[in-house]
């Protein structure tokens, strides 16, 4: 299958930082690519259509100037949480797709202080 | 609004003793049906996608199965490895690509 990363892994970091997790498709190439968040024992939960060349399509109720997401090539997306609090802390985990098929990286932990 | 259940939330087994998943889905018009395994701390794991009702596909131990209501994963024979989180996905006609998630089912499998 299709090998999608994300670095870092883990992150820690102070209330009010700004924290970017990268988003890479490995072999193949994304003109789209989808974040996710996901809380302790809860589901996926979509949170932006990240869009080579063009800008994000946020769901309803999620922050666009607080999430900040960049495609910048066809293998990269970016998500900046910025000013990030404790409520911000979760599994984020970013997903291209290969003919309608969705793999996800292996997702970023992070935690606000 | 496309929805997806899933149940049971969780379950456990013996190493040996076979059952089923179940995903129920509500969408307008199904482009597919996706299932993955998710372990803790990690990303899913992409197993099947199913296309339209009486579609079957296996792989090892797993058999997803789909009709216009719902979905089955069958398990058969499990063995402790195959403990993990099984998620459901569908995803609708249409331009999007974008999935709607069901929340899961536990799967513990018990040497």
């Known amino acids: 299958g299709a090998v999608v990363s994300q670095h870092p892994s883990r992150v820690i970091c102070k209330s009010g930082t700004s924290v970017k997790i990268e988003c890479r498709s490995l072999d193949f190439q994304a003109t789209t690519m989808f974040w996710y968040r996901q809380f302790p024992k809860q589901s996926l939960m979509l949170m932006a259509t990240s869009n080579e060349g063009s800008k994000a399509t946020y769901e309803q109720g999620v922050e666009k100037d607080k999430f900040l997401i960049n495609h910048a090539s066809l293998t990269l997306s970016t998500l900046t949480v910025t000013s990030a609090h404790p409520e911000d802390s979760s599994f984020y985990i970013c997903?291209?797709?290969?003919?309608?098929?969705?793999?996800f990286g292996p997702g970023t932990r992070l935690t606000v202080l | 609004e496309d929805q997806v259940t899933q149940s049971p939330e969780a379950l456990r087994l013996q190493e040996g003793e076979s059952s089923s998943l179940n995903c129920s889905y509500t969408?307008?018009?199904?482009?597919?049906l996706f299932w993955y395994r998710q372990d803790p701390g990690k990303g899913p794991e992409f197993l099947f996608t199913l296309y339209s009702a009486g579609e079957e596909k296996e792989k090892e131990r797993l058999k997803a199965t789909l009709t216009k209501k719902e979905s089955f994963l069958h398990i058969t024979a499990p063995k402790p490895e195959d403990s993990a989180t099984y998620l459901c996905?569908?995803?609708?006609?249409?331009?999007?690509?974008?999935?709607?998630f069901g929340k899961g089912t536990k799967l513990t499998v018990n040497p």
């Open positions: 996905a569908v995803q609708a006609q249409g331009g999007s690509e974008k999935l709607v």
């Open positions: 969408v307008s018009g199904l482009r597919g």
């Open positions: 997903s291209a797709p290969v003919a309608y098929t969705q793999y």
